[in-house]
Nanobody, 118 residues
Framework: QVELSESGGGSVQAGGSLRLSCGFL????????MGWYRQAPGEQRELVAT???????NYADSVKGRFTISRDIAKNTVYLQMNSLKPEDTAVYYC????????????WGQGTQVTVSS
């Protein structure tokens, strides 16, 4: 069983920065593809960024060049550094874990609110 716990959300003005953290409680953190998703009011949940076991990353076009996903294996933690924030980045951000081999093992965090004001 895996539990994910996000932190670091908050309110910031446009152009500002925030860093989200996701703590992974469970075993075999290094075998999971970790991701960040977001959901704005009235919208579907969408992919923001992922990082695989080998450190390869993938980003939504809307955040490329502004957001950076990283993971610290020793701390069982994944981060999302968000720079040059825009009002359209306002959403609840969710941490996600998918096992590299057993893709039915999918876990979600409870979400953390990010609000960007203009």
């Amino acid at each position: 069983q895996v539990e994910l716990s996000e932190s670091g959300g908050g309110s910031v003005q446009a152009g500002g920065s925030l860093r989200l953290s996701c703590g992974f409680l469970g075993s075999s953190f290094s075998l999971y593809v970790m991701g960040w998703y977001r959901q704005a009011p009235g919208e579907q949940r969408e992919l923001v960024a992922t990082i695989n076991a080998g450190g390869g990353t993938n980003y939504a076009d809307s955040v490329k060049g502004r957001f950076t996903i990283s993971r610290d294996i020793a701390k069982n933690t994944v981060y999302l550094q968000m720079n040059s924030l825009k009002p359209e980045d306002t959403a609840v951000y969710y941490c996600n874990a998918v096992h590299t081999w057993f893709v039915d093992r999918v876990y979600w965090g409870q979400g953390t609110q990010v609000t960007v004001s203009s």
